[in-house]
C-alpha cells in the first residue's frame, strides 16, 4: 500500500484496534528521524518501534492488512479477484468495483468508496464489465 492510500484511509477513519508487529506505517511528513527512504517505502512494525515510536505510528499512516481491509468492508465485501495483473474488490451492496495494483490497495479503495468518499479508481460494477 503506498502512502498517499494510507493517509486516505486515516483521514476517511479508517478503524485501527491495535497497531501489530508485521504491519506497515508511513512516519508523518513532520517526522523527525526518519530516513528518506523510511518516508517513500513505509516502516514494518517491530518490537522496538512499539517501545520507542508508538508516538509515530500514531502520528503516521497506518497500512491495515488485506483481513483488516476485508473485515472494515464487512457484509458489503463480495469478492476479490485478478485480470491482467490489475486487482478487483467488489461489493454488492452497493454493487461498486475498486481497482487497484494490489489485492489491499483494491480493497482499501473499496472501503473508501463504501464509506462515501471519493477515489478515482472506483466505479459501479455495471461500468467495469
Given at each position: 500500500?503506498n502512502r498517499?492510500?494510507?493517509k486516505e484511509?486515516?483521514a ?8 501489530e508487529l ?6 508523518n ?10 518516508q517513500?517505502?513505509g ?6 518501534e512499539?517501545?520507542?515510536?508508538l ?5 503516521g499512516?497506518?497500512?491495515?492488512t ?12 463480495s ?12 461489493s ?6 475498486a ?5 489491499e ?11 462515501k468518499?471519493n ?11
Amino acid at each position: 500500500m503506498n502512502r498517499e492510500l494510507a493517509k486516505e484511509l486515516k483521514a476517511a477513519g479508517f478503524p485501527v484496534k491495535i497497531y501489530e508487529l508485521g504491519h506497515r506505517f508511513y512516519p508523518n511528513e513532520n517526522a523527525a528521524g526518519w530516513p528518506e527512504a523510511t518516508q517513500i517505502q513505509g516502516v514494518t512494525v517491530t518490537p522496538y518501534e512499539l517501545e520507542n515510536h508508538l508516538q509515530d505510528i500514531k502520528a503516521g499512516y497506518y497500512c491495515p492488512t488485506l483481513s483488516d481491509l476485508i473485515a472494515a468492508c464487512g457484509g458489503r465485501f463480495s469478492r476479490l479477484f485478478v485480470m491482467k495483473g490489475i486487482w478487483f474488490a467488489e461489493s454488492d451492496r452497493p454493487e461498486l468495483v475498486a481497482m487497484g495494483d494490489s489485492p489491499e490497495e483494491a480493497v482499501g479503495r473499496l472501503w473508501l468508496a463504501l464509506n462515501k468518499l471519493n477515489s478515482s479508481d472506483v466505479r459501479s460494477a455495471a461500468q467495469a464489465r
